[in-house]
């Protein structure tokens, strides 16, 4: 992995957006004037109340040298004014903005604060790089091209979930990865906290599942081998461990919020459970003791269907949502095994009492008391498209992964979806089919050109069923990604091309637009110390 700045570097000046102008993801409807607009050393930012915090980070990003005052009338004569007004006319939606810039002024006008949060990314892209830099000031001569710029996602789920599970990434990245994620127009963190090889938050009531599920002897770090024996092959012999405390994160939480950005946890049942069994081992079918996960792929281990099990978590998500006030929690549903089981005498003499034909309505009879828990508190539950398997829970959301069938099936049976397909969205994939160069990756080939794509409203989906599909997202699973900068190497620029699948209207995506645009977005990158893979725009 070369370091990265050497390509932005490299780069032609012509290219360059339209009228020089390189914004990711591109706007809905951009016009460039004639002129510049010059900051200045002791400018003001004139804000209406709501938007105090908006116009705060917009006069940090200028180097603190302008002064921020509540109020906007005919008589303020600020150079920059930031009105929120739920009447805007012309503007739909808390997400939406006007931006425009003449010489004199610049006026930004929402809806919601969201909305000036965005209009403020916008601006901020129409700047030289260094505005991103800590030490940027407005002394260095700073010009921004007079435009007319009217914006609205075209989605309102745009997100990203990164697997903390498989390798624990600190608080300070996870909080630079909401900074990306900010400067993308992206407004969904979900946050993979519990898998087979760790469980990563604290939670009081089972003080085990950190002293005990978060803790690993070893990894496995090599491919798995035919037929996933991955049992089989050596570890490393490096104990890993980690997890947050339950003020580390409700800090995320507080962080993201700031940048309009929802966390949304995921706790994994009833499959991807071992860390939790190693510390509980009663919640898991044979009471026998196991060790937290150490290689790859889902373990057979799978937690009990008893009262106890579902007590244990009703206990733990009245925890997660003490931390997390997002309206979605996620509870996974994927890659369960189910021959524990069906070797399981309790579970059979379960399924016979409740009336259940197979395992698979086990499945789903588990995530139903899991929805209907949640429903009762207020709350949504999402999970992985296998929740479909023995019937959908009536408020569930359907997060499509294994290609876009499940979210079709969702759709059309009145659910709402998450399109992610990991055959677009995937970004554990590989970058480029010269493996040797790479990495080790998973497996598969996602190369940016296929990313930037993706349409999130499959051709198959009836046109009366595409409100149910939400959003998008992307995917970062981390079995061979153990550091920040891998990920960073992962996830950019790929993840710069899926955010315009998520923001921009379909109509308005333009492939080589944005590999020119992408050239001034990469020297951003650089000075915000992002170790992306150099693109090859050919792939």
């Given at each position: 992995?070369?370091?990265?700045?050497?390509?932005?570097?490299?780069?032609?000046?012509?290219?360059?957006?339209?009228?020089?102008?390189?914004?990711?993801?591109?706007?809905?409807?951009?016009?460039?004037?004639?002129?510049?607009?010059?900051?200045?050393?002791?400018?003001?930012?004139?804000?209406?109340?709501?938007?105090?915090?908006?116009?705060?980070?917009?006069?940090?990003?200028?180097?603190?040298?302008?002064?921020?005052?509540?109020?906007?009338?005919?008589?303020?004569?600020?150079?920059?004014?930031?009105?929120?007004?739920?009447?805007?006319?012309?503007?739909?939606?808390?997400?939406?903005?006007r931006l425009l810039v003449s010489p004199d002024r610049i006026e930004i006008e929402a809806v919601g604060r969201a909305g000036v949060f965005y209009a403020v990314q916008t601006l901020l892209q129409m700047l030289p790089a260094s505005v991103y830099s800590e030490a940027a000031t407005s002394d260095d001569e700073w010009r921004i091209p007079c435009a007319e710029i009217e914006d609205a996602p075209r989605f309102g789920w745009r997100g990203a979930m990164i697997d903390v599970g498989r390798y624990f990434m600190p608080v300070e990245f996870i909080k630079k990865f909401i900074d990306l994620l900010a400067i993308h127009k992206m407004n969904v963190l979900h946050l993979h906290l519990t898998e087979d090889q760790g469980w990563r938050l604290e939670i009081k009531k089972y003080p085990k599942l950190t002293e005990v599920g978060a803790y690993r002897k070893e990894t496995l770090t090599r491919h798995l081998g035919p037929n996933h024996g991955s049992h089989l092959l050596p570890g490393n012999g490096e104990p890993h461990s980690g997890f947050y405390t339950q003020d580390e994160a409700r800090d995320i939480v507080a962080y993201a919020a700031a940048r309009h950005i929802t966390v949304v946890p995921e706790i994994e049942l009833p499959g991807h459970a071992r860390a939790a069994i190693a510390a509980y081992p009663k919640l898991g079918c044979s009471d026998e003791p196991v060790e937290v996960?150490?290689?790859?792929?889902?373990?057979?281990?799978?937690?009990?269907?008893?009262?106890?099990?579902?007590?244990?978590?009703?206990?733990?998500?009245?925890?997660?949502?003490?931390?997390?006030?997002?309206?979605?929690?996620?509870?996974?549903?994927?890659?369960?095994?189910?021959?524990?089981?069906?070797?399981?005498?309790?579970?059979?003499?379960?399924?016979?009492?409740?009336?259940?034909?197979?395992?698979?309505?086990?499945?789903?009879?588990?995530?139903?008391?899991?929805?209907?828990?949640?429903?009762?508190?207020?709350?949504?539950?999402?999970?992985?498209?296998?929740?479909?398997?023995?019937?959908?829970?009536?408020?569930?959301?359907?997060?499509?992964?294994?290609?876009?069938?499940?979210?079709?099936?969702?759709?059309?049976?009145?659910?709402?979806?998450?399109?992610?397909?990991?055959?677009?969205?995937?970004?554990?994939?590989?970058?480029?089919?010269?493996?040797?160069?790479?990495?080790?990756?998973?497996?598969?080939?996602?190369?940016?050109?296929?990313?930037?794509?993706?349409?999130?409203?499959?051709?198959?989906?009836?046109?009366?069923s595409a409100h149910y599909v939400l959003g998008a997202q992307a995917q970062i699973w981390t079995e061979y990604i153990p550091t920040p900068r891998h990920v960073e190497y992962m996830a950019f620029p790929r993840m710069s091309a899926l955010s315009e699948a998520m923001w921009t209207q379909r109509?308005?995506?333009?492939?080589?637009?944005?590999?020119?645009?992408?050239?001034?977005?990469?020297?951003r990158l650089d000075v915000l110390d992002v170790k992306y893979r150099s693109p090859d725009l050919g792939e």
């Amino acid at each position: 992995m070369s370091h990265p700045s050497t390509v932005a570097n490299q780069i032609p000046t012509q290219h360059t957006g339209a009228g020089g102008v390189a914004i990711v993801p591109q706007p809905n409807r951009l016009t460039v004037k004639p002129g510049f607009f010059k900051l200045s050393s002791n400018g003001v930012i004139a804000c209406s109340a709501g938007a105090r915090d908006e116009a705060n980070f917009l006069a940090r990003a200028f180097g603190g040298q302008y002064a921020v005052t509540e109020g906007i009338d005919a008589q303020n004569n600020a150079a920059i004014r930031i009105a929120l007004d739920e009447s805007t006319p012309a503007l739909a939606g808390s997400e939406s903005y006007r931006l425009l810039v003449s010489p004199d002024r610049i006026e930004i006008e929402a809806v919601g604060r969201a909305g000036v949060f965005y209009a403020v990314q916008t601006l901020l892209q129409m700047l030289p790089a260094s505005v991103y830099s800590e030490a940027a000031t407005s002394d260095d001569e700073w010009r921004i091209p007079c435009a007319e710029i009217e914006d609205a996602p075209r989605f309102g789920w745009r997100g990203a979930m990164i697997d903390v599970g498989r390798y624990f990434m600190p608080v300070e990245f996870i909080k630079k990865f909401i900074d990306l994620l900010a400067i993308h127009k992206m407004n969904v963190l979900h946050l993979h906290l519990t898998e087979d090889q760790g469980w990563r938050l604290e939670i009081k009531k089972y003080p085990k599942l950190t002293e005990v599920g978060a803790y690993r002897k070893e990894t496995l770090t090599r491919h798995l081998g035919p037929n996933h024996g991955s049992h089989l092959l050596p570890g490393n012999g490096e104990p890993h461990s980690g997890f947050y405390t339950q003020d580390e994160a409700r800090d995320i939480v507080a962080y993201a919020a700031a940048r309009h950005i929802t966390v949304v946890p995921e706790i994994e049942l009833p499959g991807h459970a071992r860390a939790a069994i190693a510390a509980y081992p009663k919640l898991g079918c044979s009471d026998e003791p196991v060790e937290v996960g150490k290689s790859w792929g889902p373990h057979e281990d799978v937690f009990n269907p008893s009262e106890e099990t579902f007590a244990f978590f009703e206990d733990v998500l009245r925890e997660v949502m003490g931390i997390f006030p997002s309206t979605y929690i996620h509870i996974g549903g994927d890659e369960v095994i189910k021959d524990q089981w069906k070797a399981s005498e309790f579970c059979q003499q379960r399924m016979r009492e409740l009336g259940l034909k197979d395992e698979d309505e086990l499945q789903a009879y588990f995530i139903g008391r899991m929805d209907r828990f949640l429903t009762a508190q207020g709350r949504r539950l999402i999970g992985w498209d296998e929740i479909l398997e023995g019937g959908l829970a009536p408020n569930a959301t359907v997060m499509s992964w294994r290609g876009e069938s499940g979210g079709i099936a969702a759709a059309n049976a009145g659910h709402d979806v998450i399109m992610s397909p990991e055959g677009s969205t995937y970004l554990d994939y590989y970058q480029s089919q010269d493996t040797k160069n790479e990495p080790i990756a998973i497996g598969g080939y996602l190369p940016l050109s296929k990313a930037y794509a993706y349409e999130p409203i499959p051709a198959e989906l009836p046109a009366e069923s595409a409100h149910y599909v939400l959003g998008a997202q992307a995917q970062i699973w981390t079995e061979y990604i153990p550091t920040p900068r891998h990920v960073e190497y992962m996830a950019f620029p790929r993840m710069s091309a899926l955010s315009e699948a998520m923001w921009t209207q379909r109509v308005n995506k333009d492939w080589p637009g944005f590999q020119a645009r992408l050239f001034e977005h990469l020297k951003r990158l650089d000075v915000l110390d992002v170790k992306y893979r150099s693109p090859d725009l050919g792939e």
